[in-house]
């Protein structure tokens, strides 16, 4: 099946699984009053990461896609930010926050190699 191609793609699964993810951690570790505000920053910077995968996997061209997977990268870095702030803030421990740094770390890893692959073609 070509339409849909997204969904056989790794890195999408696996930002899938992280956002999943990413959404628990907020729920679970930020207080009430952050869950509408940085929480649902982080989250809806999450849900970016996925979204721009599948919205560039049906552009016509393969730069196309590779600017849609740096649209993924840079929410990825807005993650990031979240991420240092809800530590600085104390809502998560050093181990929460490190454990998802080396994930978004892996995340952006696959998508610079999946966009290089893309130009290189």
């Known amino acids: 099946m070509k339409k849909f191609r997204f969904r056989k793609f790794q890195v999408y699964k696996d930002a899938l699984v992280f956002r999943k993810d990413v959404r628990k951690m907020v729920f679970d570790y930020f207080p009430k009053e952050e869950h509408f505000i940085l929480g649902d920053q982080t989250i ?4 970016s990461v996925v979204l721009n995968i599948a919205e560039g996997a049906d552009r016509s061209t393969d730069k196309d896609f590779a600017n849609f997977l740096n649209k ?3 929410s990825l870095n807005e993650i990031v930010s ?16 490190t454990v998802f740094l080396v994930r978004a770390e892996k995340l952006a890893n696959q998508l610079t190699a999946f966009r290089k692959a893309l130009l290189e073609k």
Do not use: G, N, P
Request: neutral net charge.
């Open 82 to 97: 979240c991420l240092d702030v809800a530590y600085m803030e104390k809502y998560i421990s050093r181990e929460v926050h």
């Open 44 to 47: 809806r910077a999450a849900t």
């Open 72 to 74: 993924s990268h840079t």
